[in-house]
């Protein structure tokens, strides 16, 4: 008896199979799983801008990790659902709760799966059209200077011989409770009445196997009903290149904004930002040179010619923006990051920079990287700090000089260990803003990390 249920049973199964193969997925799984130390006087697990204020500030030691579980169930080469999760937290944070970033005390058991992404991925049929719908990343084509975020969007491209062109929409907020409404007049509980939409337009094209040029034009608008003197529109127009004439890649792009605010005083934005790369193969490995600007304005309040990059107004305006190309670890945003993501300049802004960086291979598992970078600020202002006696202006412009390292071993081909440190050299745009009109202590940061892939 048993043997005829298990026979019954088998054909059944194979029948289902047979008659729906249209129901059959290829499941696709990545992800990654990066943990690392941290000795440092200046980054302490927090997230956003931190000044050197201290003269003698304690040094700090904390272990991160960070998973990234990534599933995509595809029905065919024109079909699939792209999922991606991440959990974060610190060594001994928190446990039994309910909280992102958390979850490494004893105990552990806490709900803290953040959702990156889910988003549909597909192909028209008979057109080179691809659209992607959901939240999903949002990246600009000037190194992620403008947006390089999730957001909820849907994108359209299309490829078109040796070029292609993006259309695309994003709701980065919806009943806004941070910027666009005030406290007196909130519509934060309607949705659409207080919105923040980004309009995408990008185009690339191959001119020919060396040279690669292309245009962008973003708008981003605000649109507080209820309180108008919140509501802006800021266009942001672009245009970027690569030619290769080797041993050298030249890259770069410039940017302009316009717009206007809805404030009385109808506030013209006018500002803009440029970048510069090379590239070349030098010796054993890989030399870059690289500048950057990002107009600033001599008022430290939002003003007409101060460049404006995407930020998040729902999490008080941390950056949803970056520039990794800088390879920074204390001056930017560093691309290894995770919940400890401090930085001098956070949001790109007011500055003018130039990094110099080498990357060389050791040997087929050793490999090692430095970097220097020289940063100062466009306009001598008080975004990124007062003296003690509350005068806006600086003895210099010059914010200081990064230099950090790097040296790393392939364990296997997806596991890599590596430990890093930087330093920064102070400059006198810090003097005297400590306290009692000290000036602050250089920070510095060590970490020795392990990154998987798969």
């Known amino acids: 008896m048993k043997k005829k249920v298990l026979a019954v049973a088998a054909a059944g199964a194979l029948t289902v199979a047979t ?63 792209v999922t991606h999760f991440e959990i974060d937290s610190r060594w001994g944070d928190n446990s ?36 992607k719908v959901g939240i999903q990343p949002v990246a600009d084509s000037f190194k992620g200077i403008f947006i390089n975020a999730d957001a909820a969007a849907i994108l359209a491209t299309a490829k078109l011989g040796n070029g292609s062109i993006m259309a695309g929409f994003s709701r980065l907020d919806d009943a806004d409770t941070f910027t666009l409404a005030s406290a007196a007049n909130r519509s934060a509980s309607t949705p659409g009445k207080a919105t923040r939409d980004l309009y995408l337009l990008d185009g690339k094209y191959g001119i020919s196997k060396d040279l690669k040029v292309g245009a962008a034009y973003y708008v981003l608008t605000a649109d507080q009903k209820d309180d108008p003197q919140y509501s802006y529109t800021l266009h942001t127009i672009g245009v970027n290149g690569e030619y290769k004439f080797d041993p050298v890649t030249v890259d770069g792009f410039v940017l302009y904004q316009l ?48 460049y404006v990059p995407v930020t998040n107004e729902t999490s008080k305006g941390n950056a949803e923006h970056s520039f990794n190309e800088a390879d920074m670890m204390i001056m930017f945003r560093n691309k290894w990051n995770v919940s400890g993501d401090r930085a001098i300049l956070y949001n790109i802004r007011n500055v003018i920079g130039g990094f110099v960086g080498y990357n060389a291979p050791i040997t087929s598992k050793l490999f090692a990287n430095a970097n220097v970078g020289f940063v100062a600020a466009d306009k001598n202002n008080d975004n990124f700090g007062t003296t003690t006696a509350g005068d806006a202006k600086h003895d210099s412009q010059y914010l200081g000089t990064e230099l ?51």
């Open 259 to 306: 717009g206007r605010t809805s404030t009385a005083s109808k506030v013209d934005f006018g500002g803009w930002a440029a970048n510069l790369t090379a590239k070349a193969k030098v010796g054993p490995g890989t030399l870059k040179a690289t500048f950057l600007y990002a107009s600033g304005e001599q008022n430290p309040n939002p003003d007409d010619s101060s």
């Open 19 to 81: 008659a729906v193969p249209a129901l059959a997925l290829e499941n696709e799984f990545h992800g990654m799983f990066r943990v690392f130390g941290t000795v440092s006087n200046y980054a302490d697990g927090g997230s956003g801008t931190a000044l050197p204020k201290e003269t003698d500030p304690q040094t700090k030691s904390f272990v991160e990790q960070r998973a990234r579980l990534m599933y995509i169930a595809k029905a065919n080469d024109d079909l699939k659902l």
């Open 96 to 131: 039994y709760t309910t909280s992102r970033n958390v979850g490494g005390a004893i105990g552990a058991d806490t709900t803290n799966l953040e959702t990156k992404n889910v988003y549909l991925d597909f192909n028209i049929p008979s057109t080179p059209l691809n659209v």
């Open 404 to 454: 950090n390292a790097e040296v790393g071993y392939k364990v296997y081909d997806n596991l890599t260990a590596s430990l890093q440190g930087a330093y920064v050299m102070l400059g006198d745009y810090f003097k005297r803003t400590a306290a009692n009109g000290q000036d602050p202590r250089d920070p510095y940061l060590t970490r020795i990390m392990l990154n998987y892939a798969f």
